[in-house]
């Protein structure tokens, strides 16, 4: 069970990184912003791999612990977490290095462009989760 749960975990995470990412080149297409001096690609796959090798450690330690509710605790736990990471990017604030023209209107645009992308791992994790374990 272990394997297929970390699996789970690298699977989501690569694959919520390149929905992050295809989400990041749409929004700077379609909004005209680009947040790349600030968030860099890579930085959005090491997230979202790490996020969901974490959830899914969590999710093992969860069945393992409790397992007759591991699964609805863990799921609560995660959405809850997902919905508590938003405060970084509403917390966030530029580099002073990146002072340019018009900067209210993309930290205007950051935030909800960030807080979107805090949601892709559990979606995906969520959405993968029976292919890899078979709930009975």
């Not at 001096?37 to 930085?43: E, G, N």
């Not at 090798?53 to 699964?71: C, H, N, Q, T, W």
Request: aromatic share 18%; with cysteine; charged share 10%.
């Amino acid at each position: 069970m272990f394997k297929r749960v970390l699996f789970l975990g690298i699977a989501s995470g690569v694959l919520s990184g390149l929905a992050s990412h295809i989400f990041m080149m749409v929004y700077k297409e379609v909004m005209f912003v680009d947040f790349s001096p600030v968030l860099k690609a890579y930085q959005l796959y090491a997230a979202c791999v790490f996020g969901c090798v974490l959830a899914s450690m969590g999710y093992f330690a969860a069945m393992k612990v409790v397992p007759r509710f591991g699964e609805i605790i863990f799921n609560l736990l995660f959405v809850i977490l997902s919905f508590a990471s938003i405060i970084s990017p509403i917390m966030f604030t530029f580099p002073p290095e990146l002072d340019v023209k018009g900067i209210d209107e993309i930290t205007m645009y950051f935030i909800p462009f960030t807080v979107t992308l805090h949601f892709f791992p559990a979606i995906v994790w969520f959405a993968i989760k029976p292919i890899f374990i078979k709930s009975v």
